[in-house]
């Protein structure tokens, strides 16, 4: 089981959602906050899409 796991908010902009792909990217798991339930899902679909 993976312990590390990480909070990221206003994943909306780039700079949010880049962070997000490498800690994905790095094994963790990643919880994502935004303001836009649409932009955190496409975040979240991309941060997932980069690691399989």
Same mark, same amino acid.
Not at 17 to 31: E, I, L, N, Q, W
């Given at each position: 089981?993976?312990?590390? =796991?990480? !909070?990221?908010?206003?994943?909306?902009?780039?700079?949010?959602? /880049?962070?997000?792909?490498?800690? $994905?990217?790095?094994?963790?798991? =990643?919880? !994502?906050?935004?303001?836009?339930?649409?932009?955190?899902?496409? /975040?979240?679909?991309?941060?997932? $899409?980069?690691?399989?």
């Amino acid at each position: 089981m993976n312990d590390k =796991v990480c !909070l990221i908010t206003g994943v909306c902009d780039a700079t949010g959602a /880049s962070v997000a792909r490498r800690f $994905a990217r790095d094994g963790y798991r =990643v919880a !994502l906050l935004a303001e836009n339930a649409v932009k955190s899902m496409s /975040s979240a679909m991309n941060a997932h $899409a980069s690691i399989t």
